[in-house]
């Protein structure tokens, strides 16, 4: 059974840069074509898609958040990670790692972690 | 990129049938049959009821449907039952290689 585990700082400071990553057990993250996502929603809010990224390197990113964000895959440690600079209070959110139910595809999550909090503050 | 657009609530005593609505563009929904349905209960993570438009994951009830025309998506529940009640998001793949959710529409079981 495929899970996924994010990790990381549950509060990061204004101006600075936002690092989580997503733990991939029961399954090999490069082992097929399936992409790999981050998520968030900030409290009270809908879902806002990050980016994505297959194994070989290949990534895709929202328009509003690209110029801040990097998502990066290390296949040995089978974990693929977000990081997200300049965060602000907007940028607090629940972050989940996930991943489609088919593969070649960045859309139809089905396998998702149980997220993580991180809240923007001093 | 824009969100999709879902009502912000629809409700249904136990029994009925509802449908959800939601509406893009030619660059996203009706562009694609990359469209997926998610429940989301409070406190929980999003579960993945509906993929490429209609395509039901296993362990899906088949109370649960998607179609397409056009722009817009439709989720429908049938049967509606207590523990359909939870907010419900709509994604489309988009003509720019990103993803886009839509703004969430929250079922009530009346």
């Known amino acids: 059974q495929l899970l996924l585990q994010e990790s990381g700082p549950g509060l990061v400071k204004p101006s600075e840069t936002l690092s989580l990553t997503c733990t991939v057990s029961?399954?090999?993250?490069?082992?097929?074509?399936?992409?790999w996502g981050w998520i968030r929603q900030p409290p009270g809010k809908g879902l806002e898609w990050i980016g994505s990224i297959y194994y070989s390197g290949s990534t895709y990113y929202n328009p509003s958040l690209k110029s801040r964000v990097s998502i990066s895959v290390d296949t040995s440690k089978n974990q693929f990670s977000l990081k997200l600079s300049s965060v602000t209070a907007a940028d607090t959110a629940v972050y989940y790692c996930a991943r489609p139910a088919t593969t070649g595809v960045i859309d139809g999550f089905t396998t998702w972690g149980q997220g993580t909090m991180v809240t923007v503050s001093s | 990129q824009s969100a999709l657009t879902q009502p912000a609530s629809v409700s249904g005593s136990p029994g009925q049938s509802i449908t959800i609505s939601c509406t893009g563009t030619s660059s996203d929904v009706g562009g694609y049959n990359y469209v997926s349905w998610y429940q989301q209960h409070p406190g929980k993570a999003p579960k993945l009821m509906i993929y490429?438009?209609?395509n039901r994951p296993s362990g899906v009830s088949n109370r649960f449907s998607g179609s397409k025309s056009g722009n817009m998506a439709s989720l429908t529940i049938s049967g509606l039952q207590a523990e359909d009640e939870a907010d419900y998001y709509c994604?489309?793949?988009?003509?720019?290689?990103?993803?886009?959710f839509g703004s969430g529409t929250k079922v009530t079981v009346l």
């Open positions: 994604s489309s793949y988009t003509s720019s290689n990103t993803q886009v």
């Open positions: 490429e438009v209609s």
């Open positions: 029961g399954g090999s993250i490069s082992s097929s074509s399936y992409s």
